[in-house]
Nanobody
Framework: QVQLVESGGGLVQAGGSLRLSCAAS????????MGWFRQAPGKEREFVAA?????YSADSVKGRFTISRDNAEKTVYLQMSDLKPEDTAVYYC??????????????????WGQGTQVTVSS
């Protein structure tokens, strides 16, 4: 069983930055693909970024968000810059135990965190 705990969300003005963290339990963290998804009110959960064999990000965040991981600390990060009001959402961390799966589909992840709220004011 893997537990994921997100932190770092909050309220920020447009153009600002935040760094989200996701701390994981489990002895084989380094073998997982890790992803970030978000869900805005009234919308479906959407892919943001992932790190597995490589790094991947949605077109909407390319050039603004960066995903990284520290396997020794069992933590994955999402550095968010130039935030926009449309980035407002609950952000979820997820882990996939099979790196062969596509990282952009939420259905390919086995474990999820509880989410952290990010609110960007205009």
């Amino acid at each position: 069983q893997v537990q994921l705990v997100e932190s770092g969300g909050g309220l920020v003005q447009a153009g600002g930055s935040l760094r989200l963290s996701c701390a994981a339990s489990g002895r084989t963290f380094s073998t997982y693909s890790m992803g970030w998804f978000r869900q805005a009110p009234g919308k479906e959960r959407e892919f943001v970024a992932a790190i597995g064999w490589s790094t991947y990000s949605a077109d909407s965040v390319k050039g603004r968000f960066t995903i990284s991981r520290d396997n020794a600390e069992k933590t994955v990060y999402l550095q968010m810059s130039d935030l926009k009001p449309e980035d407002t959402a609950v952000y979820y961390c997820a882990a996939s135990t099979d790196r062969s799966r596509s990282v952009s589909s939420q259905w390919n992840y086995d474990y999820w965190g509880q989410g952290t709220q990010v609110t960007v004011s205009s």
